[in-house]
């Protein structure tokens, strides 16, 4: 912590409107000195030399996933208070962000006041979650799409699908028969319970794995 009387807390996020609306709103707080990253490689950078106690971090960054962010950032810096502020209301990405040792997840859409509670409630040792996170957390996961969980290999395979290479390309690009290629893909189509390669796609793309 910077003193006895101030905590040091990043904003993670790439739109400026957002950054300066929380920073004024932290700054009236008088307890928190405010800083504030574009990139969650920056942030990364930045714990290594100081320490952070609360970091708003949003899931969607020009460099990278949120969701892997907030990992490296625990491995980091396991102290560190790691909130989700996003506009991401997909069930299962507020799952695999706490999952990532998120301390609580907030929706943009939140106001002030919600978002100072939120913070006072991680800080208290709890999970803050918004009012609206709440709800949706409640909902039964019928019929929810949840990300899986997908192989190095699957990955590569995704990639090549979604640049449009056929199985024999994909397999010459890989060094693998078109044998495993077609496995790989029946693969995906069953874990993404996608009708076809271009359902497998879409599915893929809103869940930001390609």
């Known amino acids: 912590m910077s003193s006895k009387n101030t905590l ?73 208070i790691v909130l989700g502020i996003s506009n991401q209301a997909e069930r299962s ?14 929706l943009k859409n939140a106001d002030s006041e919600e978002i100072v509670a939120c913070i006072e409630k991680a800080l208290g040792g709890e999970i803050a979650l918004s009012k609206e ?10 019929n929810t799409f949840e990300i899986p969980r997908l192989t190095k290999r699957e990955q590569q395979i995704l990639k090549s699908v979604a640049e449009g290479l056929t199985s024999a390309e994909i397999a010459e690009k890989l060094f693998i028969s078109i044998i495993t290629v077609e496995t790989h893909r029946r ?16 599915l893929a793309t809103e869940n930001k794995l390609i």
Do not use: W
């Open 8 to 80: 040091n807390l990043a904003i993670v996020d790439d739109h400026p409107m957002i950054v300066e609306g929380l920073r004024s709103l932290l700054q009236n707080e008088n307890k928190f000195q405010v800083f504030s990253f574009t990139k969650g490689a920056a942030i990364l950078d930045f714990i290594q030399e100081n320490t952070v106690d609360i970091i708003l971090l949003d899931i969607i960054l020009s460099d990278g996933n949120g969701l892997d962010f907030c990992k490296n950032i625990k491995q980091k810096s396991p102290h560190s």
């Open 93 to 106: 990405i507020i799952f695999r962000f706490l999952e990532n040792g998120g301390n609580g997840y907030i």
């Open 133 to 142: 996170v709440q709800q949706i957390m409640l909902r039964p996961s019928l």
């Open 187 to 202: 693969n995906l189509l069953k874990k993404f319970q996608a009708k076809n390669m271009i359902e497998l796609v879409r």
